[in-house]
Nanobody, 127 residues
């Protein structure tokens, strides 16, 4: 059974930074593309970023481009989301999830492809 645990969330002022971590257990993280998603109150869960199994391919939604960076360390079975220049509209619960894609060079922006999910970590951007 694959388990994911997110950490690193918290309260930060606008313009601040946080680094989220997603620790994968029960299987090698290298077996999965990983996506970061977020869900704000009253809104749909949306993809933020994703990274391929080998870390070569990454994707960031337009609204976080230039501010967020996804990366992974398969030796540590961990995926990261570095979030800089945070804005109040980034406030949400952030989730990571796995996609059992056979390609090492692919990650999906489709929520339906992701099967295992973490419990989420709250990010609040407020002064």
């Amino acid at each position: 059974q694959v388990q994911l645990v997110e950490s690193g969330g918290g309260l930060v002022q606008p313009g601040g930074s946080l680094r989220l971590s997603c620790a994968v257990s029960g299987s090698s993280s290298a077996s999965y593309a990983i996506g970061w998603f977020r869900q704000a109150p009253g809104k749909e869960r949306e993809v933020v970023s994703c990274i391929s199994r080998n870390g070569v391919v990454t994707y960031h939604r337009e609204f976080v481009k230039g501010r967020f960076t996804i990366s992974r360390d398969n030796a540590k079975n961990t995926v990261y989301l570095q979030m800089n220049s945070l804005k109040p509209e980034d406030t949400a619960v952030y989730y990571c999830a796995t996609d059992n894609t056979p390609s090492p060079y692919y990650c999906s922006v489709s929520r339906g492809r992701y099967d295992y999910w973490g419990q989420g970590t709250q990010v609040t951007v407020s002064s």
